[in-house]
């Protein structure tokens, strides 16, 4: 961002600023009765000049921005003025999302009508175009195709009026965003700065992955989703419609689909959503600039479809790429899928953790190569493309795969035709530089980052998984985050940044809004604190707009794996209920909070809020606000869990780190140390569920062991189960004895089973776990021999 002045000591600043600004990548103008502030690139000092005090706080920061002195107010006679009848749909969204925010009613409803001072004008205006070229999927001969342009760019100016004109509706509504972002207040009264803006996506395709195939997510989190996607310009949010669990697409032509659906990590199983739901959110999405990709996972992560319809679908453990008769029934699949999704121009054909050992071992394959003249089942997997493809591209669509489509897996060549590289965009995800081998081989690629830590300040499309793509020579659409397997609560309470459960989310759990400076505009040079202001701000403007039900509890033992998102707790919890972001809108008259505690919607028929509420027992807490008979915002979620229903076990003591020099941490795993010989060790305490090493002071670093350990009081003696977690290997003692031994490399969240004795009276439980590289952590659970609840547990840590 940067904001310049002339001034007297001008001619030698405005030598620094240019250094400054090429250096960058951003771009000036010179204003008049202006101060000089590099606010958002943290290059303050090197100016000298006086800083607005409060400039606006915006994420993804505009590529160019220019502060002026003086505000427009925004009031009641403020209104919203559309010059092109196809933009009355935003009008009427962000009147209402102005009224959220501050109380004020905007008249919408004012068409070509000449502005006034304080209104806000909204304008469509092809001639504005991008600074820069712009890698987007464009048709040729009717056919989608990836080409360089100068499109969608945005421009805004208030000073009397705020007038935004975007170069298509999307670009409009980009700006609006923006425009949400820099409304501020002062004393009670609303105002926008003075200020001229110019931004434009430097890639077209700005993206989220919402995994609704594993665990059950409402429409109503997915409404959630499209307003953050909206609020930080993301273009595109990817549905993963299908997956090994469930399939919920409502087919027409396959009713069937979807009546054997399960739920992952004992989650709510999805459901087959009903069309006029999905329809209706298409034209949600649509109607704020925010695009809705679907996916169907094929061919493998296909088991539900093979599970509904065996008869047509099931192959072992992958859809049956060998009968040609199939690929009639998928294209009617995929033309049911593009007819719901029309406004998408992409559609995503999965080809995710391609494996087809259990396939070619069947004689019906090897029948089938013999017939068809092919030399292996990668020659089928090939075929299977060429033909999905081919649906997908008839309908006017771009197909995405996964970038298994076309990297070689298990020692297997896996190369495409030469013709498939330009028809198909691989995302890449996986942890190593497979963009680079693809952008040679003459592919356009989506950059998905596998791991969204503390990089982030460096992270780009251009830099991401052990990838340095060059900008200027590589073809890259853009970039996306993925939110897989998330239960419901996750993806609100988690992953939007609302936190609405009072803990702190995970480390890797960042707000949709993290990754978008380095999508937007990935060569900017952006400084960190300004990026945190950007997101935090940003942040606070999505709770207002999205989340006016806060929920709190006390007694909350620690957060569990965000994908789950459970809040453990033990004996009992006490949850509030409380318009803890009220918007301006419901602070004169608060409405009705309704709650519900059996997993079903609240509804205006749910039970009213008036105490907190005591819960015992593994409980999810939904509420939403009411007024006027209607919902406001969207409902806030918590899962609560009681420790003791599951056997989790967090009560430790921990000792460590040991290492041997030049050894490795699978090297590390039968050195026996100090806490497996003697018991001696510097023993502290550790209370969570899930010991994490790397965050216990002096713990963290690779190649190292350190042994967690606590007793278990049985009151008699029994067969039981032990569940082990860890990250990375575990060597597991029970009572003095060797019981399991796993030296991996692997993440913690999915558990061994472990069947054991225990004696009665207390039982010592010590467990060894090594760390190789990144992520370091443990947890374990002990149940009864059915799996059930241990009858008389008790856990002590001495």
């Known amino acids: 961002m940067i904001v310049s002045t002339e001034s007297s000591r001008g001619g030698s600043m405005q030598g620094l600023f240019a250094r400054i600004l090429r250096a960058t990548g951003f771009r000036s103008f010179m204003l008049g009765r202006t101060a000089c ?41 403020s209104r919203i003025i559309v010059q092109d009848p196809s933009l009355q749909p935003l009008a009427g969204i962000l009147a209402e999302e102005i009224e959220v925010l501050t109380g004020l009613k905007l008249s919408a409803n004012n068409l070509a009508q000449p502005p006034a001072d304080g209104d806000i004008v909204l304008r469509i205006n092809p001639a504005i175009r991008a600074d820069e070229d712009i890698l987007a999927l464009k048709k040729e001969g009717g056919k989608p195709a990836v080409a360089r342009c100068k499109d969608f760019a945005h421009t805004i100016v208030i000073a009397k009026t705020a007038i935004v004109e975007g170069w298509d509706y999307r670009a409009a509504c980009e700006g609006t965003a923006t425009l949400l972002q820099a409304l501020d207040s002062k004393d009670g009264a609303w105002f926008f700065p003075c200020l001229t803006i110019k931004d434009w996506p430097s890639c077209d395709y700005t993206g989220t992955l919402v995994d609704v195939a594993r665990q059950r997510i409402p429409i109503d989190v997915l409404q959630a989703v499209v307003e953050a996607c909206r609020l930080w310009k993301i273009r595109y949010c990817q549905l993963h419609l299908s997956d090994n669990e469930a399939f919920t697409f409502p087919s027409t032509a396959f009713p069937k689909l979807g009546s054997k659906n399960v739920a992952l990590h004992d989650g709510v199983v999805p459901v087959v959503y009903k069309l006029q739901e999905l329809q209706d959110l298409v034209a949600y999405a649509d109607a704020r600039g925010v695009t809705l990709v679907p996916e169907l996972a094929m061919p493998n992560h296909s088991e539900a479809m093979c599970r509904s319809m065996p008869e047509l679908f099931a192959g072992p453990k992958v859809l049956n790429i060998i009968n040609d008769g199939m690929y009639q029934s998928l294209d009617t699949l995929i033309g049911e899928v593009c007819d719901l999704f029309k406004s998408s121009p992409y559609f995503h054909m999965g080809c995710e953790d391609l494996y087809f050992y259990e396939l070619e071992e069947q004689q019906a394959c090897k029948d089938y190569l013999q017939k068809h003249g092919l030399k292996s089942v990668e020659d089928v997997f090939v075929q299977h493309v060429k033909r999905t493809n081919e649906s997908i591209r008839k309908r006017g669509k771009m197909t995405l795969a996964w970038e298994g489509v076309a990297v070689p897996s298990e020692g297997r060549p896996r190369v495409l035709p030469e013709e498939l590289r330009s028809e198909i965009i691989p995302m890449c995800w996986f942890p190593w530089p497979t963009s680079e081998e693809l952008q040679k081989q003459g592919y356009t690629t989506i950059t998905v980052p596998w791991d969204r830590g503390d990089a982030l300040k460096k992270w780009n499309i251009y830099l991401c998984n052990g990838c340095k793509l060059d900008a200027a020579s590589s073809k890259v659409l853009g970039g996306a985050v993925t939110m897989w397997q998330m239960s ?145 915002g969207a409902v806030a979620r918590a899962q609560f869990a009681r420790l003791d229903n599951d056997g989790s076990l967090a009560k430790w003591q921990v000792a460590g780190p040991y290492s041997v020099a030049g050894k490795k941490a699978n090297e590390l795993f039968d050195e026996r140390f100090e806490p497996e010989v003697s018991g001696d060790a510097d023993w502290k305490p550790f209370s969570g569920g899930s010991v994490k090493f790397a965050e216990i002071a002096g713990f963290a670093g690779n190649d190292r062991v350190a042994y967690m350990k606590t007793q278990i009081y049985s009151p008699k003696a029994q067969a039981a189960k032990l569940l082990v977690g860890s990250d990375d290997g575990a060597k597991i003692f029970l009572n003095g004895k060797v019981v399991h031994e796993a030296n991996v490399v692997r993440p913690a969240f999915q558990g061994e089973v472990i069947d054991v004795s225990l004696k009665e009276g207390w039982n010592k439980l010590q467990i060894k776990v090594t760390n190789g590289d990144g992520g370091w952590e443990a947890w374990a659970k002990v149940q009864n021999a059915a799996g059930g609840r241990l009858e008389g547990q008790r856990v002590k840590a001495e």
């Open 37 to 77: 502030a590099v606010l958002a690139l943290g290059i303050q000092a090197a100016c000298g000049f006086v800083a607005f005090a409060n400039p606006p706080q915006l994420l993804p920061i505009p590529k160019s921005l220019q502060l002026t002195d003086g505000q427009m107010p925004l009031t009641v006679t």
């Open 488 to 632: 419901a609560a996750a993806v609100v309470s988690n992953f939007l940044g609302g936190n609405l459960n009072g803990s702190n989310t995970e480390g890797y759990i960042q707000s949709l809004g993290d990754h978008m400076q380095g999508t937007w505009s990935p060569l900017a040079v952006v400084d960190a604190e300004a990026h945190d202001k950007g997101l935090a701000a940003s942040r606070a403007k999505l709770l207002s707009l999205l989340f006016p039900v806060r929920i709190t509890a006390s007694a909350i033992a620690y957060p569990g794996w965000p994908v789950i998102g459970n809040q453990f707790f033990s004996g009992d919890v006490l949850v509030s209920l409380s318009a803890g972001n009220p918007p301006a809108a419901v602070a004169k008259d608060t409405g009705e909070i309704r709650y519900t505690l059996d997993g079903s919607e609240p509804s205006l028929q749910s039970t009213v809020y008036s105490s907190p509420l005591e819960i015992d027992a593994t409980t999810t807490v939904q509420a939403a606000l009411f007024k006027n008979g209607r919902q406001v």
